[in-house]
């Protein structure tokens, strides 16, 4: 059986470690500041962005949220940017997705100021994150290295496999097992062979959107699986891209959902927006 590699107690220590130096940093007269903006209804971004609201306040952090209806033009939305990039009392803006129909949201990342850019989405930030000369981490992809770290785990020389290409978390997420000297491929929805290449990887990250993708004749004995999928079985419980009850039984590291991966977002970001507020006010370089 696969050793459970437990999100909630990283995310703890993640979470402990910035209330400390975010204690510290009040301490020199410097509050980081996080505003976090939310446009329409959607139940699921009212939840994740209480959970953010709750984080900052639990760590020390100043939260600011801006809830917009869902009528909103995209010039309003445009104009509370401007308003938050100058700001002082906010280091980092964070913009829930998705935004509703009609508004364009890669605008509306192109026009956060990258220093204020804690998602790490603006494209000034993603190329930083190709070179390797970053401030910033998409939350999703730095949190799992997070979790791999935290079990020990070499990353240099293993064969790294990741099941999707999005933006937010498998293009990221390749670049960081990259950094690491993991030996890296990127599968995707045209990906020829994908249970053969799946069964070479030593590290395995799953970030498809699709219920139980993963199965264990895909896995490599005492793999480790990281499973970023939220999503709904055939029963309308919570389950992973990763068909836990399975793999569990093949791999050496595996993340539960929930419980796993979802815990470090959060906590990825609140390290983000402490890093803004250390950059904007000259205290690291």
């Known amino acids: 059986m696969a050793n459970l590699i437990d999100g909630k107690a990283v995310s ?3 979470r402990a470690q910035v209330a400390q130096e975010t204690r510290e940093l009040i301490a020199k007269g410097v509050t980081p500041g996080l505003a976090v903006v939310i446009v329409g209804d959607d139940p699921a971004s ?3 962005v209480n959970n953010k609201k709750k984080a900052c306040a639990e760590t020390g952090i100043h939260s600011e949220e801006y809830a917009l209806p869902a009528t909103t033009s995209q010039e309003e939305l445009m104009r509370l940017i401007d308003e938050l990039n100058v700001k002082k009392e906010i280091n980092g803006i ?3 997705s998705p935004l509703p129909t009609g508004l364009d949201e890669k605008a509306v990342v192109d026009a956060i100021l990258p220093e204020k850019d804690v998602d790490a989405f603006h494209p000034s930030n993603v190329g930083r ?3 390797g000369n970053f401030h910033y981490l998409p939350c999703t992809p730095a949190g799992i290295i997070e979790l791999i770290h935290s079990q020990n785990i070499e990353i240099q020389g293993k064969n790294c496999v990741v099941i999707g290409r999005s933006n937010i978390v498998g293009k990221p997420m390749a ?4 950094h690491n000297n993991g030996t890296v491929t990127i599968c995707h929805s045209k990906t020829k062979n994908l249970k053969e290449i799946c069964q070479q990887a030593d590290i395995l990250v799953a970030a498809v959107g699709k219920p139980k993708f993963v199965t264990a004749d895909m896995v490599k004995p005492g793999a480790v699986v990281i499973d970023v999928g939220m999503d709904r079985d055939e029963n309308g419980k919570l389950c992973g ?3 836990f009850a399975e793999v569990e039984k093949i791999a050496g590291y595996i993340t539960p959902v929930p419980g796993g991966v979802g815990p470090m977002t959060i906590a990825m970001l609140l390290r983000n927006t402490l890093t803004a ?7 690291m370089e």
Request: aromatic share 4%; charged share 15%; proline share 0%.
């Open 277 to 283: 507020a250390k950059l904007q006010n000259g205290l």
């Open 241 to 243: 891209d990763v068909d």
């Open 12 to 14: 703890a220590s993640v």
């Open 46 to 48: 009212r939840t994740y």
């Open 129 to 131: 994150i190709m070179i």
């Open 175 to 178: 670049m960081l097992l990259l």
């Open 94 to 96: 964070l913009v829930q």
